[in-house]
Structures are given as structure tokens and as C-alpha cells.
């Protein structure tokens, strides 16, 4: 769970809402510090063409994101990476993906 100002925001939802644009392969959704609400909510992508990794997708997810669900649980920053780390069963190493907003892993998150 994200808190951002004191709202309680489910990763599930936004992920959900995500993998069901046609550009994105996978998501995963993290909380990452904010100075002003204290988590922010963070999009991390994997396109389904790295190359379309980039500015225009990331205002169409931001718009796709915005036009779907509360203005509070859109993601505030939307990030890519080639392949999201996985176990070998699917389950998504979502700790790593945290950490490297939390400055404890030198993950390659663009």
C-alpha cells in the first residue's frame, strides 16, 4: 500500500489499469518519497517496443491513467525499463523496484 497524504492507495488498481493499454507489456507500481504528500505514486512500465519508451507514451499513460482513475491514485511520475525483474514463476520482484526510489539499489529504472 502507498500513502500518499494521508490517503491509502492500492498498487493493484493502477497496475490493473495499465496492463490493459495496448503499448504496455507490463507494470508494476510503487510508492517513492515525496517531500510534500510523503509517497508519491510511481509508474514503472514495460513497453511492449522499447523503442516507443519515451516522452509521447509516457503523456498518453499519464492521460490514459488520468482519464480512468482518481486524480489521487494516478501515478505522479511514470518511469520505464526494458524488462521488469521477475522470478522464474511470475512473481514480480517488486522490492527491487521500490528500492531503487528509496536510494538502496542501483537498478536501472529510466
Request: hydrophobic fraction near 45%; proline fraction near 6%.
Amino acid at each position: 500500500m502507498i500513502i500518499s497524504g494521508g490517503v491509502n492507495i492500492y498498487p493493484q488498481e493502477v497496475e490493473n489499469l495499465l496492463i490493459t493499454h495496448p503499448m504496455v507489456a507490463d507494470a508494476a507500481v510503487v510508492g517513492a518519497p515525496d517531500e510534500e504528500m510523503g509517497e508519491k505514486v510511481v509508474a514503472v512500465v514495460q513497453p511492449l517496443d522499447w523503442a516507443a519508451a519515451g516522452e509521447d507514451l509516457r503523456r498518453e499513460l499519464f492521460a490514459f491513467c488520468r482519464g480512468n482513475l482518481s486524480h489521487v491514485k494516478a501515478p505522479r511520475q511514470i518511469d520505464f525499463m526494458p524488462e521488469l525483474p521477475r522470478h522464474a514463476t511470475g512473481k514480480l520482484y517488486k522490492r527491487l523496484i521500490r528500492d531503487a526510489y528509496w536510494g538502496k539499489t542501483d537498478s536501472k529504472i529510466v
